[in-house]
Structure formats: C-alpha cells, structure tokens
C-alpha cells in the first residue's frame, strides 16, 4: 500500500504563511511528480502547485509562482509554501504523487486525505 499524510494546515491571519508538508510512506519504488490540490468551499476542484522528480516546477496560471513549491526525494516529501493568504486562499489542501509501487509495473496516482487551510482574521 502507498499513504500519503499532510500536515502544516490551521488557521492562520490574513497576510500569514505557512508551510505544508505531505510524506509518502509504504511500498515505494519510485515516485514522478508530486503535487497540491485544493478545494474551497463552493468552488471547483483545482490544481495549486506541481513539482517533477528533477524539481521542475509549474503552476496554473492564476496562481502563478504565487505558493512555492518544493521536494526532498531522499524523504519522499513534497512541500508548500504559502505566503500573504487571503480568505481567498481558504480551502482544504490535498497532497498528489504518482508512485510506482515495489515489484509492481506502471506508476499510478495517489491522494492524501487533505488538511484545512483557514484564513482568517
């Protein structure tokens, strides 16, 4: 089995920052891209941030170098910085990496549970 697990999230003043972290843990042969989700309450689904092994980065454009994004591949972990948040930017957070598991073939895409970002004065 492959978990991923976040942590980072609370609540936090508007202008604040913090930084999410997403381990990945279990059968792991390899792990490709890495990335952040978010889902706002009464909004779609969207993409935040992605980050390839080789740490190449990429981000929608309406979030354009807006959250950092970084790895550390000996730790397979995957990082977020946020930065000068808005009540905009409330949402929860969910982790993405495409793992190829120990003696199988083909890499597939896993999800962590996800963490609340609340902003908030």
């Known amino acids: 089995q492959v978990q991923l697990v976040e942590s980072g999230g609370g609540l936090v003043q508007p202008g604040g920052s913090l930084r999410l972290s997403c381990t990945v843990s279990?059968?792991?042969?390899?792990?490709?891209?890495m990335g952040w989700y978010r889902q706002a309450p009464g909004k779609e689904f969207e993409l935040v941030a992605i980050?390839?092994?080789?740490?190449?980065?990429a981000w929608p454009d309406s979030l354009k170098d807006r959250f950092p994004i970084s790895r550390d591949n000996a730790k397979n972990a995957v990082y977020l910085h946020l930065a000068s948040l808005t009540p905009e930017d409330t949402a929860v957070y969910y982790c993405?990496?495409?793992?190829?598991?120990?003696?199988?073939?083909?890499?597939?895409?896993?999800w962590g549970r996800g963490t609340q970002v609340t902003v908030s004065s």
């Open positions: 993405h990496a495409v793992v190829r598991r120990l003696n199988r073939e083909g890499f597939f895409p896993y």
């Open positions: 279990g059968s792991i042969s390899r792990i490709n891209d």
């Open positions: 980050i390839s092994r080789d740490g190449e980065t």
